[in-house]
């Protein structure tokens, strides 16, 4: 159970590169790294493309007003001339500046975090692995759903046999708040992010479904996808070629087969994001807006609800405990959970400790990769008239 306490010797000067005052996700990046405040210590930042609006934003998040800086080459330059410098970085820009922000963090010696989907290109993505390890950084992507540890509980499970040979797997991310084009019109965070030059090849593949797929891989690390075939629309016609809604069908090399559906039309939705696993013997299945609770689900037997921080859980699952079985936990708690092994993974790096990393569980370079990797064959499939297509 997580109390507080450190986990590592001294709190990470920590410096955030967007995420101010406009942005939708940087409050989510703040809860999770310093619930812990043994784990991170922000002390500085360039928060906004608005040098004026981003020192305000800062100073009155508690950032010193000098070390509130104007842009990221800035604040990497400044930085690196202080005794007491940032030491890692997390990147909440929109997509298109990912690559070059990272690089440019990892060059100067620092650690990285960075918002998903980690960039445009798998190539670009084993560049950076490659400068990353090179120089002794680590990189994490902030699939914050991920942090649920019911998700590790079900990983548990299905390493243990409980519910036999995978067969299905059902994975679902939908919402229906940008069912017309008023969310465009109105907020500069959605506009970007249906514009193919600063979101990539994709919206909700990169923007939802990035999310689940990393989930679906942390419960079952063992299954790979052989070949999938994705079909995609643009109802809102103004967002062509992006799309807002898609539907995936995948086969895995074990021959189990799979269905994905992730969308932002879905009318009237607010939290359909769900994840179904079908075995030979039982089933799972978690949702996000029961985080708390696990379904069970045995051949012949009534249905089980597993609910969170009870002992009888897997002791992987319980590591990340909280707050108690009688007090529910959410996404707040999630970010913390993957933002404090985002720290413990910094220091052991920074010791050589390669056991540590060998055991941890968080989603790093190679996680932002293979999400990398599925969206470009999902829109290659999408661009091949939605036809079946090799998993390269």
């Not at 922000?42 to 040098?51: E, M, N, R, S």
């Not at 939802?208 to 016609?237: A, E």
């Not at 559906?261 to 879905?266: A, H, K």
Request: proline content about 3%.
């Amino acid at each position: 159970m997580l109390n507080g306490e450190k986990k590592i010797s001294r709190p990470l000067r920590w410096g955030m590169i967007g995420g101010g005052r406009t942005g939708q996700v940087g409050y989510k990046h703040r809860t999770g790294a310093l619930r812990d405040n043994t784990a991170f210590q922000l002390v500085a930042g360039a928060f906004d493309v608005d040098p004026e609006r981003g020192k305000d934003f800062g100073v009155n998040i508690g950032v010193d007003e000098n070390r509130c800086y104007p842009d990221y080459k800035t604040m990497i330059k400044e930085e690196a001339k202080r005794e007491d410098g940032v030491e890692v970085v997390s990147i909440a820009t929109p997509n298109g500046t990912h690559y070059e922000i990272c690089k440019a963090a990892l060059e100067a010696g620092l650690h990285v975090i960075c918002e998903k989907p980690l960039f445009f290109t798998s190539k670009e993505g084993r560049e950076i692995k490659d400068l990353a390890e090179k120089n002794g950084k680590i990189v994490g992507v902030t699939y914050g759903f991920s942090g649920n540890q019911m998700l590790l509980q079900m990983r548990a499970m299905i390493e243990q046999g409980k519910i036999g040979d995978i067969r299905i797997v059902e994975l679902q991310y939908t919402h229906g708040f940008n069912a017309t084009d008023k969310a465009e019109k109105t907020s500069d965070a959605q506009k970007w992010r249906v514009d193919p030059k600063i979101a990539g090849p994709s919206f909700v593949l990169g923007d939802l479904s990035t999310h689940t797929y990393y989930m679906s891989q942390l419960i079952m690390p063992k299954m790979k996808i052989k070949k999938l075939l994705c079909d995609r629309q643009s109802f809102v016609g103004t967002r062509a070629p992006l799309e807002d809604n898609a539907f995936v069908l995948m086969h895995y090399e074990n021959g189990a087969v799979g269905r994905l559906w992730t969308s932002s039309v879905n009318a009237g939705c607010t939290d359909g994001h769900r994840i179904r696993i079908v075995g030979s013997k039982a089933s799972l299945e978690w949702w996000d807006s029961k985080p708390n609770e696990l379904r069970h689900e045995v051949q012949g037997e009534p249905i089980q609800t597993l609910i969170r921080g009870m002992s009888y859980l897997d002791e992987q699952c319980n590591a990340d405990e909280r707050l108690g079985a009688l007090h529910s936990e959410g996404l707040s708690d999630a970010w913390a959970n993957i933002y404090l092994k985002f720290a413990i993974a910094i220091d052991a790096k920074n010791r050589d400790d390669r056991e540590t990393l060998r055991n941890l569980v968080y989603p790093n370079i190679d996680a932002g990769i293979e999400g990398i990797r599925w969206i470009e064959n999902c829109v290659r499939s999408a661009e091949n008239g939605a036809s079946w297509v090799d998993f390269e």
